[in-house]
């Protein structure tokens, strides 16, 4: 590929900040403690986690690197930097959220098999770049298509880097073709994050991001954009991020009778406690994010300090201190809302929060009821145990 390596091993890999926790170091997979997700509403990229399935390309030469558009259209089109530069320049504030997120809490019922994560598998990002429609109108697509005139149906995403999955071939998702073409989609070839190129970590040169999409969509380190009659048949779309009735084993799967995971249900999670804290009776800050996929946004959050059975409505805390923040309040839609409410916690007990999307979609009360063998999706109420001690504390 030009201007773009991948490295067969993990002796190049950039540097990360101390903070994260690493769940697996090769491949990198790494989040930052909860407490420090909530510090800014938008995550700073150091902060933000890392989830990938190989060792991290290096970009050799920036002036030669392009991406190849080809497949099921009339003229394939190589799009180097500069004419993706040319195109306008959007700024989406969205929320990427590993559909793993949380899945450590979910192997604690059964197990499950993938890299556990606590509940940092996401964070907010300003992303820049060119819009995808507006790229694909360029190969002669217009926008809202849904089939091309020869039959493209399907837009799949090519990277360079070599994943065990794919037998040392490159990660690769697809998305319709319809929500590439669909300016309001927002899908974007990104190549800033927050203001700054993207580092090697998030994609950089250049990479997509799929607003209210599982994060597995959104490729990073891009190569290759082909316009197919079916949906990408690659590993991570066939045979991973999918879901399961709990009742499926590793015995009677069948990978075919499922649909590849797209957008994600509504969540929520407490990240001012930990679990278990120890605390002195008396009133106590419960916050948090909330966040929902498909462009829903967040209804409200409900707060309990008794296991569920009585709740208060958390209030919406927009933690700005960002410099992008006070520009792009439209684009919100894509993106988690801090929630807070002080609260009186008298006695031990388990603080549990709830989110309710605009599409009054409720989070599932237990993780028993969502398990599935992959770990995925567990968007379950988040409970907190809290121990409460008396004066010699
Ligand atoms: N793209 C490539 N090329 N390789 C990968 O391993 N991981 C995917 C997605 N895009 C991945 C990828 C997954 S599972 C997630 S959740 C997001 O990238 C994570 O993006 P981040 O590391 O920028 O947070």
Request: net charge neutral.
């Amino acid at each position: 590929m030009p201007g773009l390596t991948a490295p067969s091993s993990y002796s190049q890999e950039p540097p990360r900040h101390p903070i994260l926790q690493i769940n697996s170091k090769a491949t990198f997979n790494a989040e930052p403690p909860r407490s420090a997700l909530i510090s800014s509403y938008v995550t700073p990229v150091d902060f933000f986690y890392k989830r990938n399935h190989g060792p991290i390309p290096i970009v050799d030469d920036i002036e030669s690197y392009y991406v190849s558009i080809c497949g099921l259209i009339e003229n394939s089109k190589d799009l180097f930097m500069r004419d993706i530069r040319m195109l306008p320049k959007y700024n989406i504030t969205a929320t990427l959220q590993c559909a793993g997120n949380r899945r450590t809490a979910m192997s604690n019922v059964r197990t499950v098999k993938g890299v556990g994560w606590d509940v940092s598998a996401i964070g907010n990002a300003v992303w820049s770049g060119a819009k995808l429609a507006d790229v694909l109108e360029l190969v002669g697509i217009p926008n809202l298509t849904s089939v091309t005139r020869s039959g493209g149906k399907h837009v799949e995403f090519v990277s360079i880097d070599k994943c065990k999955e794919e037998n040392g071939g490159p990660y690769k998702a697809s998305i319709p073709l319809s929500q590439a073409t669909n300016p309001e989609a927002d899908v974007l070839l990104a190549y800033e994050m927050n203001g700054e190129p993207l580092n090697r970590d998030h994609g950089y040169p250049l990479r997509v991001v799929v607003p209210g999409v599982i994060g597995a969509r959104s490729v990073k380190w891009l190569d290759t954009i082909n316009i197919l009659a079916e949906e990408c048949q690659g590993f991570f779309m066939q045979k991973d991020y999918k879901m399961f009735p709990p009742s499926v084993n590793w015995d009677n799967i069948n990978w075919k009778s499922r649909r590849p995971l797209m957008d994600f249900p509504v969540q929520c999670v407490i990240c001012s406690l930990e679990d278990v804290n120890v605390m002195k009776p008396g009133k106590a800050k419960v916050s948090g994010y909330a966040v929902s996929g498909g462009g829903r946004g967040i209804e409200r959050v409900d707060i309990s300090v008794d296991g569920g059975k009585n709740w208060v409505e958390a209030s919406r805390c927009q933690k700005t201190g960002f410099p992008y923040i006070a520009d792009h309040m439209s684009s919100d839609k894509w993106a988690w809302v801090f929630f807070e409410v002080i609260i009186d916690i008298p006695h031990s007990t388990q603080i549990v929060a709830k989110a309710v999307d605009t599409a009054a979609n409720v989070q599932p009360e237990s993780v028993e009821t969502i398990w599935n063998l992959r770990g995925v999706l567990n968007t379950s109420w988040h409970r907190v145990q809290v121990r409460v001690g008396h004066s010699n504390m």
